[in-house]
């Protein structure tokens, strides 16, 4: 495992960074992702959680313009929510288009977006791109969100960890669906909402 900071990391090729599996902070816990068109990693981060691969992974994007190619977007309400609640803890699931891996959604026909509201989280998304990602942990765990902790369970699991200092509200997203007219919370998280 390479240790950097964000800054470093940014001065990484992003075709070197191929197959990699990088760990870093968000604005509610440390993730672990991969690139959403590399399955091999994608692999790897089922491995070193032992998490089924019947419970998909989120996508955290960059920008409201990376997510829309992906997901199906049922009507301006929807949009709305995204431009008001993005960047932020609240991860929306949507019907999946074409190019969104079953690996990633457990063949599901839906697939979880979020925006996160993290300046080094945002900066990682905007030199690779959309990344499957997950809480660092063994599946069923609590979540890992110091870095003494990270280094001494998955060490060997891990290519890439960004170090930088950064408060994590240590809470999970709050998940709504939006794959039908009406909105619904599956879970409500750190930021409390109503739909």
């Known amino acids: 495992m390479i240790e950097l900071t964000c800054e470093e990391f940014l001065k990484i090729d992003p075709l070197m960074l191929r197959n990699k599996v990088i760990a870093f902070p968000t604005d509610t816990v440390y993730g672990v992702g991969a690139s959403i068109f590399d399955d091999e990693a994608i692999e790897r981060i089922f491995a070193m959680k032992h998490r089924t691969k019947d419970k998909p992974l989120a996508i955290l994007s960059p920008k409201v313009e990376s997510v829309i190619p992906f997901v199906e977007v049922k009507n301006s309400h929807v949009l709305e929510l995204m431009d008001k609640l993005w960047p932020g803890a609240v991860t929306i699931v949507f019907n999946k288009k074409a190019g969104v891996s079953d690996l990633i959604t457990a063949n599901l026909p839906s697939v ?12 990682v998304l905007n030199h690779l791109g959309n990344l499957a990602t997950t809480s660092i942990n063994v599946s069923g765990q609590e979540t890992l969100n ?3 902790e990270i280094r001494s369970q998955f060490a060997s699991d891990i290519d890439y960890l960004i170090i930088d200092e950064c408060e994590l509200s240590k809470v999970p997203s709050t998940v709504i669906d939006a ?3 009406e909105i619904k919370v599956i879970r409500q998280g750190d930021f409390k909402l109503n739909v």
């Open 112 to 123: 979880g977006f979020r925006i996160p509201n993290s300046e080094i989280a945002l900066k």
């Open 146 to 148: 110091n870095l003494e």
């Open 179 to 181: 794959t039908a007219d």
